[in-house]
């Protein structure tokens, strides 16, 4: 397999800012190969072939993903999952975690996977355009777009800045708004359907003390989800959220901290805590959500659309 490189891919001239894919900007260093994959059916619905069946033919449509949030945690479980499914990811991320994208796509190519980088803020509604137009302009579509990007304060509601609510909205709530616009324009213009799936989390279905703004976060995306479900269904698009519970990632380290320093309890204390309400009796793991992704991504969820999909091991029963 030849190596073939992205290389300077932007916005159309009449949209701001740029997002680039790996080759030349602030990613770079991956490779590319065809996705092996089959022409989706008429409801747009992915179909992936196994990889054995795979082809270079140029009329083969080539079935994509995009993962946001994809350096750790979650969406690194999503796309080594989805990769492992048949589709091409675009994994994507703050230019800071470049090395961590890096390691990923590395990693996903080792596996026998295809793969790409890229660099992007998904509050920033022209660099999520930029990232989705040259996704689609390089791979011939998008078919799956995965919002996982997101960022959780812990503080009570009388102790919060305005600044630090303002900014949980803009990461897990406008920026699930930026991905899922740019995809489902793509999608409609690809004229094949696609899947829209995003992260919410238990805290959209119950809050918590500390969670003020997490909570009210998810719960937004959840309601903004639902809307876009009944908005997008004549397109042969769906759209549908998975709620985690709690999961092993730096996210669940950063709240801990945040508990454990305010009460003076001993690290790890948090998580501890939270696992004696969970059914199954351990704390969960990036796979468990990916498991969950891979089946909204399939063929096997086309009838499914505006649900949020709780992930959680038993913690909440509702």
Request: glycine fraction near 12%.
């Given at each position: ?36 994959a ?11 072939r ?7 033919t ?10 946001t ?8 479980a ?5 990769a ?20 990923l ?13 890229a ?12 990232l ?21 304060i812990?503080a009570?509601?009388l ?16 920026g ?20 829209l ?10 809050s ?27 397109h ?23 508990f ?6 001993e690290?790890?204390?948090?998580p501890?805590?939270?696992r ?8 969960e793991?990036?796979e468990?959500?990916?498991g969950?992704?891979?089946f909204?991504?399939s063929?096997d ?16 029963l509702?």
């Open positions: 397999m030849g190596e073939v490189k992205i290389t300077a891919i932007t916005e159309p001239p009449e949209v701001g800012g740029t997002a680039t894919l790996a080759g030349g900007g602030p990613v770079s260093g991956a490779e590319d190969a065809r996705a092996a089959s022409v989706a059916p008429a409801d747009g619905v992915p179909a992936p196994p990889r054995a069946e795979a082809t270079d140029a009329e083969r449509i080539q079935h994509s993903a995009i993962i949030g994809a350096a750790s945690g979650i969406g690194r999503v796309a080594i999952r989805l492992a499914d048949g589709f091409v990811v675009t994994v994507a991320d703050l230019p800071s975690h470049r090395t961590d994208l890096e390691h796509v590395d990693h996903i190519i080792e596996a026998g996977g295809k793969a790409y980088p660099a992007v803020d998904v509050t920033d509604a022209h660099l999520v355009t930029a989705v137009d040259g996704h689609a302009k390089v791979l011939g579509g998008l078919d799956v777009m995965v919002a996982n990007a997101g960022i959780a812990t009570p509601m102790e919060m800045a305005p600044e630090q609510f303002e900014r949980t909205l803009q990461v897990n709530t406008v699930v708004f930026n991905c899922y616009q740019a995809a489902a324009r793509a999608m409609i213009a690809g004229g094949r359907g696609g899947r799936i995003a992260a919410a989390s238990v805290s959209a279905h119950r918590g003390a500390g969670q003020g703004a997490y909570s009210a976060s998810k719960f937004a995306v959840r309601g903004f989800n639902q809307a876009v479900a009944l908005e997008l269904a004549e042969g698009i769906t759209a549908n959220v998975y709620s985690p519970g709690v999961v092993r990632t730096s996210m669940t380290d950063g709240i801990d901290e945040a454990t320093a305010r009460r003076g309890t690290p790890g204390s948090k501890t805590a939270l004696n309400d969970i059914a199954l009796g351990r704390l793991e990036p468990d959500v990916a969950v992704v891979s909204l991504a063929a969820a086309a009838y499914v659309t505006g649900q949020s999909i709780i992930v959680d091991g038993g913690m909440y509702g």
